[in-house]
C-alpha cells in the first residue's frame, strides 16, 4: 500500500508505514551497529529516509545524540555557512471560513477582530516593512472564497511588488494560502511568487479530521495533495512543516520525511523548505489542550533534537523558524539547521503599519520573540551570523532543481555568501542603528577574505563599495 511515488495522499503517507517505522524504530533504538550505519550514511551528505531518522529520533544514548547535534552543526555549516536569511510575514486577512481548532482564526471565534487590508492598507503595510529593511515576505491569509478569493491575493501580490518606498523592495513574495486548484497554483506562479507553503499541521489523518471539523480544510487527502498540484502547476520551490505539538512528534517527524521523500521521488525535487512552528497560545488557544500525554509533550530538548535529525535527513532544504520560538531556543536551533527566521514579525492584520489596540486583536498567536529587526540582526552578528537578505536565486531563476544543483555543486560559498554581505550592506546603510552598523561593517571586512574564487570576491568588493555611493541590488 506504501508507495512514495503514488499521488493519492494515504498511499505517500501511508498510516501502517508509519507505525511500522515506529515499531521499527522502537526495536532498534539500542542497536549501536545499525545507528552506526545509519550515522555513517548520513556523514557522505545524502540524506536518511523516514525509518533512518525515525530510528536516531527513538535512541536516547546520549554519546549518539551529542553526535548527532555535532553531525547537524558541521551540515548546517558546510550548506549554510553563517548566513541567516531573514523574512516576515505579512497577514492580509484574517477572515477564514475553516474551524481549525488550534488557530483563533476559525470560523467559531466570535471574539476575534476580523480585519482584511485593503491595497491601500497593504501599501502602507510594505512599506512599513520596506522601512524596518525586510526584502522578503511570506504573505498569510485565512481561507474565505468570499473574503479572500484568489483574485484578492493575485491583486495583493501585485500591490507588494510595486511598492519602492525609499530604497526599499520587496524581492520575493513566498505565499502561504490554503490548499488549491492547479489552475489558481498557475495564477499565483504567473504572479511570480517565491515559495509556495503549506503546513500539513499533522501527517495522522484520524488526529487531522478532528482538529480539521469543518470547512474545506477537513478534507485530508485534497490537503496533503496540495504541494503535488503546486509542483504540476509550475511552483518549482514548495515549502513542508508540521505543526508541532499537535500529535505524536515521532509520527509527525516520519510523516514529514515521507512527504519530502515523495515530493522527490514525483517531481525529482525535494521540498524547498521545512518549517517547524510549534503550537503557541493565542485568543481562544491553549497549547496544554494539544498535549497528547508523555509521548506527545515536546520539550525544547526533544524539539532541538528534531530540528538536528531534519538537518541530516534532508541536507539541502532550507528550515525555517518564526518568532514563535523564544531567543534562547531560536539561538539554539541555529547552531542544528535552521537556515531562515523571521524578525520583528507582526501576526496580526495590519499591526505593522498600526499597532493595534488590546481590544481589537486580530493576532493569529503570540509571539514569543518580540525584538525590532535591529536588534535581531544585531544579536546574529554578535554571534558571528551573517543576516541575509537575499533573494538572489528566485529572481535569477535559480528555482527548483536549478537550485538544488546550485546547492550540490559547492558554489554556494561564492554565491550566497558574497550576496549575503551585498544585502547586509544595504541594510546597514539603509536601516541600520549605528551600533549595528559598526557590528555590521566589521563583520563585513572579516568575512570578505571568505569568498573563495579571486574574481567574485573583487566583484562582491566593489559592488559592496557602489552600495555605499547609493546604488542598489546587486546579486551573483
Ligand atoms: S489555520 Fe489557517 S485555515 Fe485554519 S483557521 Fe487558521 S487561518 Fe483558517
Ligand atoms: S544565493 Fe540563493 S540560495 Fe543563496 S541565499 Fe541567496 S537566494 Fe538563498
Known amino acids: ?136 515576505l511570506a504573505l498569510e491569509a485565512g481561507e474565505d472564497p468570499v473574503n479572500n478569493p484568489i483574485e484578492y491575493i493575485l491583486e495583493s501580490i501585485k500591490t507588494i511588488y510595486s511598492v519602492h518606498h525609499k530604497n526599499g523592495d520587496t524581492r520575493r513574495v513566498n505565499v502561504n494560502i490554503a490548499a488549491t486548484t492547479v489552475e489558481e497554483y498557475k495564477m499565483l506562479k504567473d504572479a511570480g511568487i517565491g515559495t509556495y507553503i503549506l503546513f500539513q499541521e499533522t501527517y495522522h489523518k484520524e488526529s487531522y479530521e478532528k482538529l480539521h471539523p469543518t470547512g474545506p480544510k477537513h478534507n485530508y487527502a485534497y490537503h496533503t ?128 503599519d498600526s499597532p493595534e489596540p488590546e481590544e481589537e486583536n486580530s493576532a493569529q498567536f503570540e509571539i514569543d520573540d518580540n525584538r525590532t529587526l535591529d536588534e535581531v540582526v544585531k544579536w546574529l552578528i554578535d554571534m558571528d551570523y551573517i543576516p541575509s537578505f537575499c533573494t538572489a536565486c528566485y529572481r535569477e531563476g535559480r528555482t527548483g532543481d536549478r537550485f538544488m544543483s546550485l546547492c550540490k555543486s559547492g558554489q554556494i560559498l561564492n554565491c550566497c555568501h558574497p550576496n549575503a554581505l551585498m544585502t547586509l550592506k544595504e541594510y546597514l546603510v539603509d536601516y541600520a542603528s549605528e551600533e549595528t552598523r559598526e557590528a555590521g561593517e566589521a563583520l563585513i571586512a572579516r568575512e570578505l577574505p571568505n569568498i573563495p574564487k579571486d574574481k567574485v570576491r573583487q566583484i562582491a568588493e566593489q559592488y559592496i563599495k557602489e552600495i555605499e555611493d547609493g546604488k542598489r541590488d546587486f546579486r551573483f
Do not use: W
Open 1 to 136: 500500500m506504501y508507495n512514495p511515488k503514488s499521488r493519492k495522499a494515504e498511499e505517500f503517507i501511508c498510516h501502517e508505514e508509519i507505525m511500522d517505522t515506529l515499531a521499527y524504530a522502537d526495536e532498534h533504538k539500542d542497536d549501536l551497529p545499525l545507528i552506526r550505519q545509519i550515522l555513517d550514511k548520513a556523514a557522505q551528505k545524502k540524506g536518511l529516509d523516514h525509518r533512518e531518522a525515525s530510528v536516531l529520533l527513538a535512541c536516547e544514548d546520549e554519546t549518539i545524540v551529542q553526535e548527532i547535534y555535532g553531525m547537524a552543526e558541521q551540515f548546517k555549516k558546510d550548506f549554510y555557512g553563517n548566513r541567516i536569511v531573514m523574512f516576515a510575514p505579512l497577514y492580509l486577512s484574517n477572515y477564514c471560513v475553516n474551524g481549525c481548532v488550534y488557530c483563533p482564526y476559525h470560523l467559531k471565534n466570535k471574539h476575534i477582530a476580523r480585519k482584511k487590508l485593503t491595497q491601500e492598507e497593504i501599501r502602507r503595510e510594505v512599506i512599513a516593512l520596506q522601512d524596518m529593511g525586510h526584502k522578503r
Open 225 to 352: 495533495e496540495a504541494h503535488d498540484r503546486a509542483m504540476e502547476a509550475g511552483i518549482d520551490d514548495v515549502g513542508l512543516g508540521v505543526l508541532f505539538g499537535l500529535e505524536l512528534y515521532r509520527y509527525e517527524l516520519a510523516g514529514l520525511l515521507m512527504h519530502a521523500e515523495h515530493l522527490e521521488a514525483v517531481f525529482g525535487v525535494g521540498p524547498h523548505t521545512i518549517s517547524v512552528p510549534r503550537v503557541r497560545p493565542a485568543d481562544d488557544v491553549d497549547p496544554e489542550d494539544f498535549d497528547a500525554g508523555v509521548d506527545g509533550g515536546l520539550t525544547d530538548d526533544l524539539f532541538a533534537k528534531i530540528i538536528a535529525i531534519i538537518r541530516i535527513a534532508v541536507p539541502y532544504t532550507g528550515m525555517i523558524m518564526s518568532t514563535r520560538e523564544s531567543q534562547e531556543m531560536r539561538a539554539r536551533a541555529l547552531h542544528l539547521g535552521i537556515s531562515q527566521i523571521s524578525g520583528a514579525s507582526k501576526t496580526s492584520v495590519g499591526g505593522y
